[in-house]
């Protein structure tokens, strides 16, 4: 297997500082190497760069010309690393940065069903958003039944929303803005709070959302892991922690079962902000996250396989 890795030290989706050091941490704790322990043939393609968009008259959205700048030059890369036949692993970097991920997959491979693990539904327009913050807005960007709630975007005429919320499913959700759950109502979103991961397993809250957003088993699969979906216990360090989160062996499940669909073309893992907490917090949240990023491509912990070619 082959896989890409691009960062994205991008914090202008929301209004924390430190989010932009997600990338480096990771790298820092040894993400190519554990990839390459897994047998992969790993190509680290460094740190987006790019050039902000002249954005301005639009309402409530907090550095709209950075944001559209970033994510148009991330969703080129990703296009890129589609294109040559790796899986691609996206640090962030806050969430908007899923808007560039999800489009330059949706580019390259059309049939895309999104998994959006997160404590948060990010399904705000500039309308309903009580922060301003881009990083609450990425699904509602991204998909084609909400296109009519916007207003033109200047800067974001390169990003046509051409996925439908029928092939997004969440898994997490437990702070949900009221304008967010009459979106989720209304279009009847596939959305597993914590309270179906209590009632049914998370073992089968991954079945259902799979089978909701999949059910021929076709299509190209993307997660989009906010690391807050974690409990904050297990994950301190990010921006917009929620209690009752999580845990890491779930997350490591729903990873594991997602790796082996053999679909997983792309995971984002975002919002690890190593400069909230003490050291010890930044250890447990970069921990986490490259357990989560192991689980997604391919290490199981029932043990690995003997390497080909290696015998007695
Ligand atoms: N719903 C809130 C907002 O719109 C919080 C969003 C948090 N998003 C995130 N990616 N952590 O601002
Ligand atoms: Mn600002
Ligand atoms: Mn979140
Ligand atoms: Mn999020």
Same mark, same amino acid.
């Given at each position: 297997?082959?896989?890409?890795?691009?960062?994205?030290?991008?914090?202008?989706?929301?209004?924390?500082?430190?989010?932009?050091?997600?990338?480096?941490?990771? =790298?820092?704790?040894?993400?190519? =190497?554990?990839?390459?322990?897994? %047998?992969?043939?790993?190509?680290?393609?460094?740190?987006?760069?790019?050039?902000?968009?002249?954005?301005? %008259?639009?309402?409530?959205?907090?550095?709209?010309?950075?944001?559209?700048?970033?994510?148009?030059?991330?969703?080129?890369?990703?296009?890129?690393?589609?294109?040559?036949?790796?899986?691609?692993?996206?640090?962030?970097?806050?969430?908007?940065?899923?808007?560039?991920?999800?489009? %330059?997959?949706?580019?390259?491979?059309?049939?895309?069903?999104?998994? &959006?693990?997160?404590?948060?539904?990010?399904?705000?327009?500039?309308?309903?958003?009580?922060?301003?913050?881009?990083?609450?807005? *990425?699904?509602?960007?991204?998909?084609?039944?909400?296109? +009519?709630? &916007?207003?033109?975007? *200047?800067?974001? +005429? &390169?990003?046509?929303?051409?996925?439908?919320?029928?092939?997004?499913?969440?898994?997490?959700?437990?702070?949900?803005?009221?304008?967010?759950?009459?979106?989720?109502?209304?279009?009847?979103?596939?959305?597993?709070? @914590?309270?179906?991961?209590?009632?049914?397993?998370?073992?089968?809250?991954?079945? @259902?959302?799979?089978?909701?957003?999949?059910?021929?088993?076709?299509?190209?699969?993307?997660?989009?892991?906010?690391? +807050?979906?974690?409990?904050?216990?297990?994950?301190?360090?990010?921006?917009?922690?929620?209690?009752?989160?999580?845990?890491?062996?779930?997350?490591?499940?729903?990873?594991? @079962?997602?790796?082996?669909?053999? =679909?997983?073309?792309?995971?984002?893992?975002?919002?690890?902000?190593?400069?909230? %907490?003490?050291?010890?917090?930044?250890?447990?949240?970069?921990?986490?996250?490259?357990?989560?990023?192991?689980?997604?491509?391919?290490?199981?912990?029932?043990?690995?396989?003997?390497?080909?070619?290696?015998? +007695?």
């Amino acid at each position: 297997g082959k896989v890409g890795i691009i960062g994205v030290p991008f914090e202008k989706g929301q209004h924390k500082q430190g989010v932009a050091h997600g990338p480096k941490a990771i =790298r820092a704790a040894g993400l190519v =190497r554990e990839l390459e322990l897994l %047998g992969l043939d790993v190509k680290d393609y460094g740190d987006i760069s790019y050039k902000a968009k002249n954005v301005d %008259g639009i309402n409530n959205m907090s550095h709209l010309g950075d944001v559209a700048g970033c994510t148009n030059c991330l969703s080129e890369q990703i296009q890129q690393i589609l294109k040559e036949d790796r899986r691609v692993l996206t640090i962030g970097g806050d969430h908007s940065v899923g808007i560039g991920t999800i489009d %330059g997959h949706v580019k390259e491979k059309k049939n895309v069903g999104v998994l &959006w693990i997160d404590a948060h539904a990010d399904l705000n327009t500039n309308k309903t958003s009580e922060s301003g913050n881009v990083h609450g807005m *990425p699904v509602a960007l991204l998909t084609s039944e909400l296109a +009519d709630y &916007w207003p033109h975007l *200047p800067g974001m +005429d &390169w990003q046509q929303p051409m996925l439908s919320i029928r092939n997004v499913a969440y898994i997490g959700l437990r702070s949900v803005d009221c304008y967010e759950r009459l979106v989720i109502e209304k279009f009847g979103i596939t959305a597993f709070g @914590m309270e179906d991961v209590e009632r049914y397993g998370i073992h089968d809250v991954v079945y @259902m959302a799979l089978n909701k957003i999949d059910p021929n088993e076709s299509k190209s699969l993307h997660v989009s892991f906010d690391i +807050d979906s974690l409990d904050p216990l297990e994950a301190p360090c990010t921006g917009t922690p929620v209690r009752g989160g999580l845990s890491i062996r779930e997350a490591v499940h729903l990873m594991e @079962m997602l790796y082996r669909t053999k =679909r997983l073309n792309a995971v984002d893992l975002v919002e690890v902000n190593p400069h909230i %907490g003490n050291q010890r917090d930044t250890q447990l949240t970069v921990e986490a996250a490259i357990h989560i990023i192991q689980a997604g491509f391919g290490y199981t912990r029932r043990g690995l396989k003997v390497p080909e070619g290696v015998t +007695d």
